[in-house]
């Protein structure tokens, strides 16, 4: 009875699909030769298609509906596989030697087109760790990161190009000026309450683009800036293929360096007070801890990382223009943050590849993905909205035993 | 010695005048309760003497941490916190999301010092600190009777539990002068009773004063060394538990004209 | 002074097109508190139904004023459609979620319905039927105003004018205002939310489609990518007068218009979106809740 009403309803859905993309899906109009096309193949691959996706959306609603009431029913969780994946040691160690032998070796086995895709993955992850301070543990919804992921591609670019200077050198300084543009934008608006902070920094986003389109001595304006040097090993220069698999391992060390720091970062002093902050502004501040700064604090050094990450793209690329920093490229970023779950490292680096290697992997109906991209947000949202993995705070040990020999659990947070 | 002094503090919201004229003074270790009708302006007392609203006249002086005497008008909820002050809410806040310990971890904020660089390279003098951040916050769960749950997520614990949690972590920030804003909203007659234990232990055992708003009267006269009646934003009483009791002008403003 | 005159009219039109997008993002923000990314698709999906349409019905050989008619009303039929069912597959699932969650599935549906109208349709710009006629009695006044900027003013103004009637004065409106104030208590009076929520939808859809209609035939063209801009422009133009608030969107989106077409005008038009996003980035920080919202305070 209750499949035949299941039924029932998926046919309607399909049907009122089949009228909402009636227009659009079926007729196409040639207004020039004044031919009307009509598709109505298309019709029926909509209700087909809606049919079978109604039907199967509703059969996992109902399961998630399911497994909450057991879990509020029961009020434990079962040990997920995943949950005995990184909590426990011996489960944890060997995999991480795994993880690690594959990344070492990938460049070698696969090619240089595999392994430049591979580093873009790379840059993705770093630059969603870096976000994951700002939105995932501060809870400031920034929608503007790509400008500073530009001016740190722009400060190489510019700095290369008029003063010949090099990857290594330009590296700290398009951090620096990443963190500065970070200031710069956070004294004023931190004030402002999420939603206005969000709209804020996105038209700050779209300046900076705009800027870079238009002043055309500067930047160039859409033509961009070409020949942009890649990095050099101990002062020479890498052929093409080395190159590639040398910025490889550079973006590994990133990576690692990158979660070092935030692993650091979120279970110490700071790290406490951004989550305070992300959970409540008024008891944060009455517990003492300085709204402001606390918050400048996550804004710039998660611009920081974007300015970092704008060098490496610009000496990847050897050549940028603004249609790099569009405002799909911080959404997609953001994206990462929240789909891997807010706060959680393992996830935003399981997000970061799927989010980029699948588009890329999906060149075969090269079409299509950015379709699949949109719609694969949505159903995650729908289905799994506190993000692939959901944070675990940290765990203490206390007890008596005085002086240095503190042997905290170092539960890795997943 | 007086810890907190409160003189001629009026507030006004536009045309409102939510306190009018209010005189208070908290001295060392003594439990002082603010009671009257809803709509009082107890709680806006509160904030104004915790840096959420600015007084639109008046001074609010505290002899904090340091012995000094600071004027805290208007300065901002952190700045008033680091000078000795430490509050809960009437409805509570607690980080929901985050462990029990951690909760009262963050109320060693503004007593500790690491920074983004002391994080990054986990150096002796931060492994130290946070190791005693730790022992701390755990030593004073104890003490409110949470030690239990140490690792469960705040929003996890019973409502007796937040209200008990919430002083916790109000503790940690190490106050001269605790402000509890009605602690017992809520609780049953024998989460009360413990409450009243723990607020005097606080008292005896930390030489921490206490100022509360309070609507449950067997605990407010059980407790307090003094006591002030606030109704429409003015001040119309002062003085011990049985004055208070015996005040006509208290009577009045509870139980109506008739009963005076 | 005619130059004045032309900008200033100018800026009213394009100020008007903002407004009625920023309609639908004010009410849907007003009642759920989400930023509905899609929204700049819907009014884009609005314009090239009613392009297509059009364009079926004039090689049909149907006259001009029932194309007209049935192209729009076609056209706001397929928005407050689209815009009813994003809202039930992307934001009623997410109802109870953390609140970027919704939001991402906003950005989410967003570039899924560009996309599906860049494959279903095409990626090139086509030209839109101009569905307007020039009249006749506007002909002295066409150095400074032109047929179609006085429709897209008279329409805009009429449109305001019933939705306030609606909001004001109807059972629904009443519902809307009750939700968007406090949807529990609102709740517990017996609104049914649900419904609440779908009719602000179709109403902001509805706009919206009226002004894709109105801008598409304006300018002539269009593509699967006009909602963007219009969507973040329209939105700035909402946080500008305040978000929630009905006439603080006009108030808004006419602010907005007039900045940029004096800022055009007067200075140069290669920096006309950063005159905008300038002006809501000072506009916000001195005046953190837009120009007619009123800040709101937590209470402790």
Not at chain 1, 190 to 196: K, M, V
Not at chain 3, 192 to 202: A, E, L, M
Request: glycine share 10%; aromatic share 10%.
């Amino acid at each position: 009875m209750k499949l035949l009403t299941s039924f029932k309803k998926s046919f309607l859905v399909s049907i009122w699909f089949m009228f909402l993309t009636f227009p659009i899906m079926v007729i196409r109009v040639n207004p020039i030769e004044e031919i009307i096309e009509w598709r109505w193949w298309n019709m029926l691959l909509v209700g087909g298609c809606s049919f079978v996706l109604s039907l199967l959306g509703r059969y996992f609603l109902e399961k998630k509906e399911l497994m909450a009431k057991r879990v509020a029913d029961s009020g434990v969780i079962a040990t997920t596989f995943k949950k005995r994946l990184f909590e426990q040691r011996a489960f944890a160690v060997p995999i991480l030697i795994i993880i690690s032998f594959a990344a070492i070796i990938f460049p070698f086995i696969f090619s240089t087109y595999q392994t430049s895709i591979m580093t873009t993955a790379l840059i993705y992850v770093v630059l969603g760790l870096g976000l994951n301070i700002v939105v995932g543990l501060a809870g400031l919804l920034d929608l503007g990161y790509v400008a500073f992921y530009a001016v740190g591609a722009y400060s190489y670019a510019l700095l290369n190009y008029h003063f010949g200077m090099g990857f290594w050198a330009v590296l700290p300084i398009g951090a620096g000026l990443g963190a500065v543009f970070g200031l710069l934008l956070g004294f004023p608006v931190l004030r402002l309450r999420g939603d206005y902070l969000a709209i804020v920094t996105l038209g700050f986003g779209e300046i900076i683009r705009l800027i870079l389109e238009n002043w055309n001595d500067f930047s160039q304006g859409p033509s961009g800036i070409a020949n942009i040097s890649r990095p050099s090993l101990f002062g020479t220069q890498l052929g093409l293929e080395a190159n590639t698999v040398y910025l490889y391992f550079i973006m590994i060390g990133f990576m690692i360096f990158t979660i070092f720091v935030v692993n650091r970062l979120q279970n110490s002093r700071i790290g406490r007070a951004w989550i305070a902050l992300r959970e409540d502004e008024i008891a944060c501040q009455a517990m003492g801890i300085d709204k402001t700064r606390t918050k400048l604090n996550a804004f710039a050094l998660g611009a920081t990382w974007a300015g970092m990450m704008g060098v490496v793209f610009a000496a990847k690329t050897t050549f940028i223009n603004p249609a790099s920093f569009t405002f799909l490229e911080s959404a997609i970023i953001l994206s990462i943050v929240v789909m891997g779950g807010m706060g959680s490292i393992v996830g935003v680096i399981v997000a970061a590849f799927i989010l980029i290697l699948l588009p890329e992997y999906l060149r075969a109906f090269s079409d299509y993905r950015m379709l699949l991209f949109g719609c694969i947000m949505v159903v995650m949202m729908v289905f799994r909205p506190q993000g692939i993995i959901s944070n675990v705070r940290r765990t203490y040990r206390y007890g008596n035993n005085k002086g240095q020999d503190i042997n905290h659990r170092e539960t890795e947070e997943v | 010695m007086s810890l907190l002094n409160v003189t001629n503090l009026t507030m006004d919201f536009g045309g409102l005048r939510a306190l009018d004229n209010i005189n208070i003074t908290v001295h060392e270790n003594e439990i002082v309760a603010i009671i009257g009708p809803n709509g009082a302006g107890k709680t806006t007392f509160f904030n104004c003497i915790t840096g959420m609203y600015t007084p639109t006249s008046g001074d609010i002086l505290v002899n904090g941490t340091g012995g000094k005497t600071h004027r805290i008008n208007g300065l901002k909820p952190n700045k008033v916190t680091e000078k000795g002050l430490a509050r809960t809410f009437q409805n509570i806040r607690l980080f929901p999301d985050m462990t029990v310990l951690e909760n009262v971890m963050i109320g060693k904020h503004c007593r500790t010092k690491a920074s983004v660089i002391g994080a990054v390279f986990r150096g002796s003098e931060t492994v130290q600190e946070e190791y005693e951040i730790v022992e701390s916050s755990y030593e004073l769960l104890r003490k409110v009777g949470l030690e239990n749950s140490v690792n469960n997520l705040a929003k996890n614990l019973a409502y007796g539990e937040q209200r008990r949690l919430e002083i916790a972590r109000a503790l940690a920030t190490e106050p001269v002068l605790l402000l509890l804003d009605e602690p017992a909203a809520g609780m049953n007659p024998h989460e009360t009773k413990e409450l009243d234990e723990l607020i005097v232990r606080i008292r005896d055992e930390e030489n921490i004063a206490i100022l509360l708003i309070e609507h449950d009267m067997k605990l407010v006269m059980s407790l307090s060394d003094k006591i002030v009646v606030m109704d429409y934003g003015k001040q119309i009483a002062q003085g011990t538990p049985t004055e208070i009791q015996n005040n006509p002008e208290v009577i009045k403003a509870y139980l109506g004209e008739d009963f005076a | 002074m005619e130059y004045f005159l032309e900008l200033l009219l100018g800026g009213l039109t394009r100020g008007s097109i903002y407004a009625l997008i920023a309609l639908g993002y004010t009410m849907v923000y007003g009642i759920i508190g989400l930023i509905n990314f899609a929204h700049g698709e819907i009014y884009m999906i609005g314009a090239f139904t009613a392009l297509i349409i059009a364009s079926v019905l004039t090689i049909l050989g149907f006259n001009h004023l029932s194309i007209l008619v049935l192209a729009s009303l076609v056209a706001v039929i397929y928005s407050a459609a689209y815009g009813f069912t994003v809202e039930k597959v992307a934001y009623k699932p997410l109802r109870s979620a953390p609140r970027l969650s919704p939001l991402i599935s906003a950005i989410g549906m967003s570039i899924f319905l560009q996309n599906y109208v860049l494959l279903a349709q095409t990626s090139d710009f086509m030209p839109f039927p101009n569905l307007i006629p020039d009249f006749d009695f506007m002909e002295p006044y066409a150095h400074v105003i032109g047929s179609s900027e006085l429709v897209i003013l008279l329409t805009t103004a009429a449109v305001m004018m019933l939705l306030t009637v609606l909001i004001k004065f109807t059972k629904i409106g009443k519902a809307m205002r009750a939700t968007a104030q406090d949807k529990s208590m609102a709740m517990l009076v017996g609104v049914n939310i649900d419904r609440v929520i779908s009719v602000t939808f179709i109403i902001g859809s509805s706009l919206a489609a009226i002004g894709g209609i109105l801008v598409a035939s304006h300018i002539g063209q269009i593509n699967f990518y006009i909602g963007f801009l219009a969507g973040i422009k329209a939105f700035t133009a909402a946080v500008l007068g305040g978000i929630g608030s009905i006439p603080g969107a006009v108030l808004g989106g006419i602010v907005l218009g007039c900045t940029e077409s004096f800022a055009t005008g007067y200075v140069s038009s290669d920096y006309e979106d950063v005159f905008a996003f300038t002006l809501l980035v000072l506009i916000l920080i001195f005046r953190p809740a837009g120009i007619l919202g009123r800040s709101t305070t937590e209470k402790v």
